[in-house]
């Protein structure tokens, strides 16, 4: 079975700070997807990435970057320069390439408050 | 503009009726989706479909109900055997199963009084 842990519940920053929200992942596929999702206080889930397993390579976006790291199985997400709009639930998901037990498993999201 | 849409925002119903949530998505994908939040938690898998005509129960498909009668459409009923169904209701959609990404709906927050 699959499973997502983001261990940080709830996170409190100052506006312009760097923040890096954590997610650590196990499966004992060799090829699987991960993502990132935001959820606003309007509450739909917005799509921030996807990686695949065989692509360790890290990604920025703007001020949005992500460290994956297959070695401690963990693929991590770091805002720069933290701005109010970024307040939201933040949530990583897992999903294996195939088998009958498949589907986008999610971790249970870390709370992310930035404050002006 | 394409996208999903969920109706009605905020459901309010009674104990012991039924309710049916709209889910409409115009990105002409194939594998639809229904997730149920509790506050503070993850999403959990209701149902999801695959294609037209052919649906799956994800992990608490109990006191819920679906079908896929059209490409565009993936209502959900919440019915009286759903023990405690007031939560956050989500739907998504994907160009294929489980690898595509999804994308999401608005959601439905339904209360049942």
């Known amino acids: 079975a699959q499973k997502v842990t983001q261990a940080q519940t709830e996170i409190s920053v100052v506006e312009k700070e760097d923040v890096t929200l954590d997610c650590v992942y196990e499966?004992?596929?060799?090829?699987?997807?991960l993502f990132w999702y935001k959820q606003p206080p309007s509450g739909e889930l917005v799509f921030l990435i996807r990686r695949n397993s065989f692509d360790e390579q890290n990604e920025i976006s703007g001020r949005y970057s992500w460290n994956f790291q297959k070695s401690t199985s963990s693929f991590n997400f770091t805002i720069t320069a933290s701005q109010v709009v970024d307040s939201a639930v933040y949530f990583c998901?897992?999903?294996?390439?195939?088998?009958?037990?498949?589907?986008?498993?999610f971790g249970s999201g870390t709370q992310l408050t930035v404050l002006p | 503009d394409g996208g999903i849409t969920q109706s009605p925002k905020y459901l309010f119903r009674k104990e012991g009726q039924n309710v049916t949530l709209s889910c409409e998505q115009n990105?002409?994908?194939?594998?639809m989706y229904w997730y149920r939040q509790d506050p503070g938690q993850g999403l959990r898998l209701i149902y999801y479909?695959?294609?037209?005509?052919?649906?799956q129960k994800g992990d608490i498909a109990e006191g819920y109900s679906v079908s896929r009668e059209k490409k565009e459409s993936f209502p959900l009923t919440v019915t009286s055997a759903q023990k405690n169904p007031t939560a956050f209701y989500l739907c998504?959609?994907?160009?294929?199963?489980?690898?595509?990404?999804?994308?999401f709906g608005p959601g439905t927050r339904l209360t049942v009084l």
């Open positions: 499966t004992r596929d060799t090829t699987y997807y």
């Open positions: 998504a959609s994907s160009p294929g199963p489980w690898t595509d990404t999804q994308y």
């Open positions: 990105l002409n994908h194939d594998a």
């Open positions: 479909s695959q294609i037209v005509n052919d649906f």
């Open positions: 998901a897992l999903v294996i390439s195939s088998g009958s037990a498949r589907q986008l498993t």
